[in-house]
């Protein structure tokens, strides 16, 4: 069950207005990306008994500031007296955290449930919800991924929300380990508070 009812979430929310706004000013593989998170955080919300709208919401928006400038999001760091330590990372992270603050200034989305979901869907957190799960599943297995390792994913968000974060969370880690690339502090502590579930 697909459900657009965001206006019960953001007052005046026009999705098809919003989706055209992104349509025109993102390239076309983020776009339709955006559209499967959406759709594949509506049915992790609906098998796991999540909030099916607010899910969809956060799916749809998560990548929403992901092609913007550094100029801008070192602008938007600024303005909202985010942590400092944010101006030692880049695009990866900023397009979350730093991201969220950009689409309430733009789109007027106020509900810190959505707003927690997209800030957090590439460093996770200890205090995620299960919407926040949803989106962050939803990103790592849309239909479109491949990736060594994504039918271990699909078969752990399968068993349940808490296993396929934790999957996830390791999985990113090993991969910009490989990759020489710095690690979010946030990331690790995500890591080592979801493994501790015990599901995978
Ligand atoms: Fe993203
Ligand atoms: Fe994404």
Same mark, same amino acid.
């Given at each position: 069950?697909?459900?657009?009812?965001?206006?019960?979430?953001?007052?005046?929310?026009?999705?098809?207005?919003?989706?055209?706004?992104?349509?025109?000013?993102?390239?076309?593989?983020?776009?339709?990306?955006?559209?499967?998170?959406?759709?594949?955080?509506?049915?992790?919300?609906?098998?796991?008994?999540?909030?099916?709208?607010?899910?969809?919401?956060?799916?749809?928006?998560?990548?929403?500031?992901?092609?913007?400038?550094?100029?801008?999001?070192? @602008?938007? %760091?600024?303005?909202?007296? +985010?942590?400092?330590?944010?101006?030692?990372?880049? *695009? &990866? =992270?900023?397009?979350?955290? #730093?991201? @969220?603050? %950009?689409?309430?200034?733009? +789109?007027?989305?106020?509900?810190?449930?959505?707003? *927690? &979901? =997209?800030?957090?869907?590439? #460093?996770?957190?200890?205090?995620?919800?299960?919407?926040?799960?949803?989106?962050?599943?939803?990103?790592?297995?849309?239909?479109?991924?491949?990736?060594?390792?994504?039918?271990?994913?699909?078969?752990?968000?399968?068993?349940?929300?808490?296993?396929?974060?934790?999957?996830?969370?390791?999985?990113?880690?090993?991969?910009?380990?490989?990759?020489?690339?710095?690690?979010?502090?946030?990331?690790?502590?995500?890591?080592?508070?979801?493994?501790?579930?015990?599901?995978?």
């Amino acid at each position: 069950m697909t459900s657009f009812d965001y206006d019960k979430i953001v007052p005046g929310f026009d999705r098809e207005a919003v989706v055209n706004q992104m349509k025109a000013n993102m390239s076309d593989f983020r776009f339709t990306h955006c559209l499967r998170v959406e759709k594949q955080a509506q049915e992790l919300a609906e098998k796991f008994g999540a909030d099916v709208s607010r899910a969809g919401l956060a799916g749809l928006l998560h990548d929403f500031a992901k092609e913007r400038s550094d100029e801008q999001f070192i @602008a938007t %760091i600024k303005k909202h007296n +985010l942590d400092p330590d944010l101006l030692n990372y880049g *695009n &990866a =992270i900023w397009h979350g955290i #730093v991201g @969220a603050e %950009i689409i309430r200034d733009e +789109l007027g989305v106020y509900d810190e449930v959505v707003l *927690n &979901a =997209i800030r957090r869907h590439t #460093v996770g957190s200890t205090a995620m919800t299960d919407v926040d799960k949803c989106v962050f599943i939803a990103d790592f297995i849309e239909p479109q991924r491949d990736f060594p390792g994504i039918d271990e994913a699909r078969k752990y968000a399968a068993k349940s929300l808490n296993a396929g974060v934790a999957f996830e969370l390791k999985h990113s880690i090993a991969h910009l380990i490989d990759k020489n690339r710095k690690i979010y502090p946030e990331t690790f502590i995500s890591y080592n508070y979801w493994i501790d579930k015990g599901e995978l």
